[in-house]
Nanobody
Framework: QVQLVESGGGLVQPGGSLRLSCAVS????????MGWYRQSPGQQRELVAS???????NYADSVKGRFTIARDNAKNTMYLQMSGLTPEDTAVYYC?????????????WGQGTQVTVSS
């Protein structure tokens, strides 16, 4: 069983920066990928950034150049560094982890953390 706990959300002014953290606990047999998703009212949940078990990163076009995803294996923590924030970045941000055992694949989610970009 894997648990993800997010932190770092809050209120920030346009153009500001914020760093989200996702603390991972539990046993992971084989890590496939981790990522950050976000969902705003009236919108579907979308993938913002991802990082594979091998360290390959990918970003949504809307955040490319502004957001950076990183993982610190020693601290069992994943980060989303956000800069140049705009009101369109306002959403609940979710941490996601995909992992596998010899029998099945699993998909774990954090509880979400609110990011509000407003003046």
């Amino acid at each position: 069983q894997v648990q993800l706990v997010e932190s770092g959300g809050g209120l920030v002014q346009p153009g500001g920066s914020l760093r989200l953290s996702c603390a991972v606990s539990g046993s992971i047999f084989s890590l496939d990928a981790m990522g950050w998703y976000r969902q705003s009212p009236g919108q579907q949940r979308e993938l913002v950034a991802s990082i594979t078990g091998g360290g390959t990163t990918n970003y949504a076009d809307s955040v490319k150049g502004r957001f950076t995803i990183a993982r610190d294996n020693a601290k069992n923590t994943m980060y989303l560094q956000m800069s140049g924030l705009t009101p369109e970045d306002t959403a609940v941000y979710y941490c996601n982890l995909k992992h596998s055992s010899r029998w099945a694949q699993y998909n774990a989610w954090g509880q979400g953390t609110q990011v509000t970009v407003s003046s």
